[in-house]
């Protein structure tokens, strides 16, 4: 058997090694770096294969929502309600730029912004939401997008774990994840679902004036070659990246197909088991399973430090995303964000557990996982 790995990079590198390599030196022998021909090739077909009129590149998935939120002109105090159960670049971009976070619970089973409490935490400061589709999975857009609309409030997606998903409304019409609000971001960071062989990331919108906006943020807000508007940030994808991207891209939906297959295979070996509780699948959208996410449900003390270890022994990598939500992080102590009380975000928190998934994992991997892991519990 090969190695498990919880994420494999290099088994699709040595598959398309001929295609990027030639991508990659066609970049170096061209030595157009930066703003390549490859960074607006990309940028069209992504923007082509999430149906957006515009895709805006830059340097990662952190400065997407950084510059997205510069772009609304939120004023310092200015409340950005999001998830406290998300990775903290989310949350961090908001305290960055002086506006407050306000974080929310999330729905015990899809892992996303749970409305109610999202409509409890509009205040009369309360400008933007930031749903995050985590793990691969959209939010309840049409519930976000309709309390945005009660309320004047602007939606970036934070879409760096759901690229590719497809979210289906209820008269039957479907949009991508991260396309249905005023703004989405996303991530090329490598672990991601459509991930560069460095950093990388891309702002998506609809609105012409918001493209223009976001475009000049991400380049030191230069309207015209040394002139310079607005304040702004230093935010590029390499040329080398777009290219690697742009052939990456063409395999989106044959990975996320093959991450599909290997969730399925998860799914049918721990269905209807005691304590381990698979990951559920709203009707909604198309999950796109960046990550395979269990929830233990038992409140025995120590369990999931226990089935850590015993998996880590048979060297099957797991993980915990996230050890800390947002809310207990000392980052946001200042922040009041010790005074929340976001009981399903804890009990989460205490009790999720990640396995290994990615495209090129093989059923023999998989039986070899599962038998593992049903062992543990008998
Ligand atoms: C990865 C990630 C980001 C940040 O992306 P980087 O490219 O690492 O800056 C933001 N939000 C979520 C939910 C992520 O998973």
């Known amino acids: 058997m090969r190695a498990i790995q919880m994420v494999d990079l290099k088994t699709e590198y040595q598959r398309l090694k001929k295609e990027i390599d030639?991508?990659?030196?066609?970049?170096?022998?061209?030595?157009?770096?930066?703003?390549?021909?490859?960074?607006?090739?990309?940028?069209?077909?992504?923007?082509?294969?999430?149906?957006?009129?515009?895709?805006?590149?830059?340097?990662?998935?952190?400065?997407?929502?950084?510059?997205?939120?510069?772009?609304?002109?939120?004023?310092?105090?200015?409340?950005?309600?999001?998830?406290?159960?998300?990775?903290?670049?989310?949350?961090?971009v908001v305290a960055l730029l002086r506006l407050k976070p306000v974080f929310v619970e999330v729905d015990k089973q899809t892992f996303n912004i749970d409305i109610d409490s999202l409509r409890k935490a509009i205040t009369p400061k309360t400008k933007a939401i930031v749903p995050v589709h985590l793990y691969g999975q959209s939010c309840?857009?049409?519930?976000?997008?309709?309390?945005?609309?009660?309320?004047n409030l602007f939606v970036i997606e934070d879409n760096a774990?759901?690229?590719?998903?497809?979210?289906?409304?209820?008269?039957?019409?479907?949009?991508?994840a991260g396309t249905i609000?005023?703004?989405?971001?996303?991530?090329?960071?490598?672990?991601?679902?459509?991930?560069?062989?460095?950093?990388?990331?891309?702002?998506?919108?609809?609105?012409?004036?918001?493209a223009q906006k976001l475009t000049m943020i991400a380049n030191h807000?230069?309207?015209?070659?040394?002139?310079?508007?607005?304040?702004?940030?230093?935010?590029?994808?390499?040329?080398?990246?777009?290219?690697i991207l742009n052939?990456?891209?063409?395999?989106?939906?044959?990975?996320?197909?093959?991450?599909?297959?290997?969730?399925?295979?998860?799914?049918?070996?721990?269905?209807?088991?005691?304590?381990?509780?698979?990951?559920?699948?709203?009707?909604?959208?198309?999950?796109?399973?960046?990550?395979?996410?269990?929830i233990l449900d038992s409140d025995k003390k120590g369990l999931r430090d226990e089935l850590s270890a015993y998996l880590s022994d048979k060297k099957i990598p797991n993980m915990i995303y996230y050890p800390v939500p947002g809310h207990r992080q000392k980052m946001f102590e200042t922040f009041g964000g010790f005074e929340y009380d976001l009981p399903v975000t804890d009990w989460l928190t205490e009790r999720v557990i990640?396995?290994?998934?990615?495209?090129?994992?093989?059923?023999?991997?998989?039986?070899?996982?599962?038998e593992n892991m049903l062992a543990f519990f008998n």
């Open 247 to 294: 052939i990456r891209l063409q395999y989106l939906d044959a990975n996320i197909n093959a991450r599909i297959k290997v969730a399925d295979y998860y799914d049918a070996a721990f269905a209807n088991h005691s304590t381990i509780k698979t990951p559920f699948r709203a009707k909604n959208n198309r999950h796109v399973f960046h990550q395979y996410t269990l």
């Open 140 to 151: 309840d857009m049409e519930a976000v997008m309709q309390v945005a609309e009660e309320h």
């Open 161 to 176: 774990q759901s690229i590719g998903g497809d979210y289906f409304f209820k008269d039957g019409s479907s949009k991508k």
């Open 181 to 210: 609000g005023t703004i989405g971001t996303t991530s090329f960071y490598p672990a991601k679902n459509l991930g560069a062989y460095g950093d990388g990331g891309a702002i998506f919108t609809n609105d012409d004036a918001l």
């Open 221 to 243: 807000g230069q309207s015209k070659r040394y002139y310079h508007d607005v304040v702004g940030c230093n935010s590029r994808l390499d040329t080398i990246q777009a290219a």
């Open 22 to 92: 030639t991508a990659v030196i066609d970049v170096i022998e061209s030595a157009a770096f930066i703003n390549g021909r490859p960074v607006q090739e990309f940028s069209k077909a992504l923007a082509d294969y999430l149906n957006v009129k515009h895709v805006i590149p830059c340097a990662n998935g952190t400065d997407a929502l950084q510059i997205a939120m510069m772009a609304l002109d939120l004023q310092p105090g200015d409340e950005v309600i999001t998830p406290s159960f998300t990775y903290i670049a989310t949350t961090e």
């Open 354 to 370: 990640s396995l290994p998934m990615h495209p090129e994992l093989d059923n023999e991997q998989l039986k070899y996982i599962t």
